[in-house]
């Protein structure tokens, strides 16, 4: 049953983009040149000799500046962007206008297929962030099987971007709080219309997921860079939801350069490497991803155990056009290992009831501060023609763990 809205027009997203005009490929570089004025970033080509367009540019996704640093190593080449139906709210008519190709995060857009084939025949570049969301620790998430796929249907050759020192200029889980480091973005081209060709899916899937391997937390340490502001740990506990001292789940929380245990009382120190300290006891995990990768595997015990169950009321809004999201109210969601992810509630007077099987959801959008609607933890559940960004009620940072049981579900039954 879908929501009963007074207007069921939908935006579409199954239409192709336009080429992008070379005015606006100055204009994009132009504006991305000065948002990095006061920026210290550099791109470097790498394998890059004498290519030219069409090919796909793959990039890893820390944050808006990522859009900026892949206009620097594309100019001035025309590029379609792959975006988000939320980056089209309040200005369809500009993300139009720059040939952004849009789609809902994390469903079976078959027409996303055609447009970005129609990009390639056109002899531009084709950009798209195969994680489909921010990263939430500065590693990479994960890629869908299908990549390896689309890669193998265009027979183009294929660029990964990566950039470095993002995530810690700029952390999902603290994004308005911004950091001083310098960013190195590298953009190397992995493989060659020749090689898409006789390489398997399997080896294209491979050769792309070695590419796009990154640890921002190690670049930071490794290149002996420090963080000083004395609020650098601030939003940390939305992904370090877990204390490994006495195994509670969503108890953490920060302040300053702490992060803390509200049941056991731990206490470590974000020191200015990005590393842990515990300020008393074992330092359980001194590297950030491997608390995080930590907490992962404790789902998947959960789940290999058939333990793992959410349910929680929440208060939904959706996007059915990009000029308004839609207050449904509040409703009802459930996340279990069988039955995937079920939306229940009423809106005008009519029950609806959005159901996202395990194998129709292979992975999740969480938001941590959603800056377009209301600043606290959500999770955007779409389908093809809809997508819900349900707020939890009563329970607290629950969607970090919402996002590595999507993951590992979808996976369970894959396999």
């Known amino acids: 049953?879908?929501?009963?809205?007074?207007?069921?027009?939908?935006?579409?997203?199954?239409?192709?983009?336009?080429?992008?005009?070379l005015l606006i490929v100055f204009l994009i570089w132009l504006l991305s040149k000065i948002m990095l004025?006061?920026?210290k970033y550099k791109v470097e080509k790498i394998n890059m000799e004498g290519l030219k367009p069409p090919y796909?540019?793959?990039?890893?996704?820390?944050?808006f500046i990522d859009f900026e640093?892949?206009?620097?190593?594309?100019?001035?080449?025309?590029?379609?962007n792959v975006v988000n139906i939320d980056g089209y709210y309040r200005r369809p008519w500009l993300l139009e206008l720059i040939g952004a190709i849009c789609t809902r995060k994390f469903t079976m857009d078959l027409h996303l297929i055609k447009s970005i084939n129609h990009v390639l025949k056109k002899g531009d570049i084709l950009s798209m962030?195969?994680?489909?969301?921010?990263?939430?620790?500065?590693?990479?998430?994960?890629l869908p099987e299908s990549l390896g796929k689309l890669i193998k249907l265009n027979k183009v050759p294929v660029v990964v971007i990566v950039h470095h020192g993002n995530h810690i200029h700029s952390p999902f889980w603290n994004f308005r709080k911004k950091?001083?480091?310098?960013?190195?973005?590298?953009?190397?081209?992995?493989l060659t219309t020749e090689q898409v060709k006789s390489m398997s899916v399997n080896e294209i899937n491979k050769v792309v997921k070695e590419a796009m391997a990154y640890d921002d937390y190690a670049y930071i340490k490794e290149n002996g860079i420090l963080v000083k502001e004395d609020f650098r740990a601030e939003g940390l506990h939305k992904v370090l939801y877990q204390c490994p001292h006495c195994m509670t789940e969503s108890l953490m929380d920060t302040k300053g350069t702490e992060l803390f245990c509200k049941k056991c009382g731990k206490r470590w120190n974000m020191n200015e490497d990005c590393t842990l300290t515990a300020l008393e006891g074992e330092t359980e995990f001194s590297h950030i991803p491997d608390w995080f990768e930590w907490e992962r595997e404790q789902v998947r015990k959960q789940i290999e155990k058939g333990e793992y169950?959410?349910?929680?009321?929440?208060?939904?809004?959706?996007?059915?056009?990009?000029?308004?999201?839609?207050?449904?109210?509040?409703?009802?969601?459930?996340?279990?290992?069988?039955?995937?992810?079920?939306?229940?509630g009423n809106y005008n007077n009519s029950d609806y009831?959005?159901?996202?099987?395990?194998?129709?959801?292979?992975?999740?959008?969480?938001?941590?501060?959603?800056?377009?609607?209301?600043?606290?933890?959500?999770?955007?559940?779409?389908?093809?023609?809809?997508?819900?960004?349900?707020?939890p009620v009563t329970k607290e940072n629950v969607v970090t763990k919402l996002a590595f049981a999507t993951e590992i579900i979808y996976q369970k039954h894959l396999n």
Not at 11 to 17: D, H, L
Not at 56 to 63: A, P
Not at 317 to 339: M, V
């Open 309 to 344: 169950h959410f349910e929680d009321e929440v208060e939904v809004y959706s996007l059915p056009r990009c000029w308004k999201f839609e207050k449904l109210g509040n409703a009802r969601l459930t996340h279990t290992i069988e039955d995937g992810f079920v939306i229940q």
């Open 69 to 80: 640093l892949c206009a620097m190593g594309t100019f001035p080449h025309r590029v379609n």
């Open 179 to 190: 950091r001083k480091v310098p960013l190195h973005t590298t953009m190397t081209q992995i």
């Open 353 to 391: 009831r959005i159901h996202r099987k395990p194998l129709e959801t292979n992975s999740l959008h969480i938001e941590y501060d959603y800056c377009y609607i209301k600043p606290f933890d959500c999770v955007d559940i779409s389908t093809e023609n809809d997508s819900f960004y349900c707020y």
């Open 129 to 142: 962030y195969p994680e489909a969301r921010y990263s939430p620790c500065g590693t990479l998430s994960y």
């Open 56 to 63: 796909m540019l793959l990039s890893n996704h820390m944050y």
């Open 37 to 39: 004025l006061n920026k």
């Open 1 to 21: 049953m879908e929501v009963n809205y007074k207007n069921n027009k939908r935006y579409k997203t199954a239409k192709y983009p336009i080429r992008q005009p």
